[in-house]
């Protein structure tokens, strides 16, 4: 049984960045369609990154395009989403996802706050 773990959420100020981990256990990413989605209070769940396992293509919401960056470690199994330039709208609780066919495994999520 697969299992995700976020960390590095947190409060910062607009315009700082913060550096998002998800580490996997029971799977290895480098074989999975990776993902984080974001949660703001009232809103529904929005993809804000994606990483395919083919080529390593990357897409990203419009909303954070230039400033956000998906990334993986192989070696730690771990997949990073690099945060720059906040701004106070992508206050949201940020999930990790990877699927594989019928595979579906999702993280905890992590609060991202950012508020001056």
């Known amino acids: 049984q697969g299992q995700l773990v976020e960390s590095g959420g947190g409060l910062v100020q607009p315009g700082e960045s913060l550096t998002l981990s998800c580490v996997a256990s029971?799977?290895?990413?480098?074989?999975?369609?990776t993902f984080w989605y974001r949660q703001a209070p009232g809103k529904e769940r929005e993809l804000v990154a994606s990483?395919?396992?083919?080529?390593?293509?990357?897409n990203y919401a419009n909303s954070v395009k230039g400033r956000f960056t998906i990334s993986r470690d192989d070696a730690k199994n771990t997949v990073i989403l690099q945060m720059n330039s906040l701004k106070p709208e992508d206050t949201a609780v940020y999930y990790c996802?990877?699927?594989?066919?019928?595979?579906?495994?999702w993280g905890q999520g992590i609060q991202v706050t950012v508020s001056s």
């Open positions: 990483l395919r396992i083919t080529g390593g293509s990357t």
């Open positions: 996802n990877a699927r594989q066919s019928y595979y579906d495994y």
């Open positions: 029971g799977l290895t990413f480098k074989n999975y369609a």
